[in-house]
């Protein structure tokens, strides 16, 4: 939408697709809400009882504790109301030197985008405090990749710099101040360091919140034998560390909202946990990631075995192929994969990283993984020879001989 790539039509569903399901929609905010009684108050006086409740509520966008913040000019990105705020902005105000304070998928997506929709019209700094971008999906061996291939295509890239504050003119925003004193001049900054969980309504219910969201059982229950709670509002467990986690995406909230209406539909089918399973396209190139980074890992204690390889998207008689690079990390006491990463040239290949996430979901180990039998064809897929899973996996039984 920032870039006018979509509309908002065309990423939302119609209030008329769920009149016509039977389902009646009321557009309102709730105001507050009565977990005895079981009963909420609307914005304009009106109330409802329930019988049982889904929140739903969602998170808002993470706000560095700095001054500048509320300048006009700054933004933030996570709904179609912020998309459409920023697209009007980059219209009507015409800023050209763009700063991103974050570098995760969000920002780097962004910036692309913005970058491909007009070529040598903006200048785009990118700030991020870790040393590296996407430093949640990619550890730094593919990352410092990933980093000189945004350089080459124009992005000055400031990583492992922390924004101090946003300076601004006539309540406009003039540049973003780094803690290093550097001042970057810029007429537009788009923050993305994360999110927090929206929960007002569910301390009005005295709901249990955990770290990171309200806290819910294996079936998306709350502390409230009533109340269900599922998405961005609620704490995840990791699938592997079975620790919580906020686990702030779109796969896990969408199989939640299916799980809640199976709940009340009397099926008990179990939230498995999340291993942030994720991909994004960064200009021509793909990244993907799954499960544990070889950092997580260590992070968390496990002694990994970490092996890479590269593929390519077709066999190599075939025109147009194209380079990738597979990365696995196996726990070295059970074997057992815990995370994956991508980087591709080529569409296809980066969901694989999907077939990945099912292997850890399996609890398939090194073994299994040198017995992967994949689909091939010559126009979409590497030679059986070079399927990289399984080379991945044969690398990691060879060390694991080594090493006994």
Known sequence: MVAGVATVESI???DRMFEEAGIKVVLGKVV???PVNKTLRLEDGATMAFDKLILAMGACQMIPPMAGTSLKGV???????DAEHIRDYLEGEKPRKLVFIG???TNLETASLLMTAKPDY??????????????????????????????GKGLQMKMGEKAAKILGENGRVSGVELASGEQIPADFVLIAVGATPN???????????GKFG???????ETSHPDILAGGDCVEKTHFITKEPIPGMLRGPAVIQGRLMAKRLAGHAIPFPGVLNNSAVRIFDKYFASVGLTEDAARQEGFESIVTSTGSRSKHGMIPGVKPWTLKLVFDRKTQKLLGGQIVSDSEAPVKEIDTINALILGGKTIPDLTV????GTPDCSSEPSLEPITLCAEQALQKLSLSN
């Open 199 to 209: 929960l007002e309504l569910a301390k009005q219910l005295n709901l249990a919140v």
């Open 103 to 105: 570098a995760g998928y």
């Open 122 to 151: 903006y200048t785009f700094t990118i700030i991020e405090l870790m040393q590296y971008p996407l430093p949640l999906m990619l550890d730094r061996d593919l990352a410092m990749g990933v980093q000189d291939y945004l350089a």
């Open 372 to 375: 992967l039998m994949c689909a």
């Open 12 to 14: 939302t569903n119609p």
């Open 32 to 34: 507050q809400a009565d």
């Open 75 to 81: 933004f933030t990105l996570r709904t179609t109301a």
């Open 214 to 220: 309200i806290r819910v059982n294996e079936f998306l």
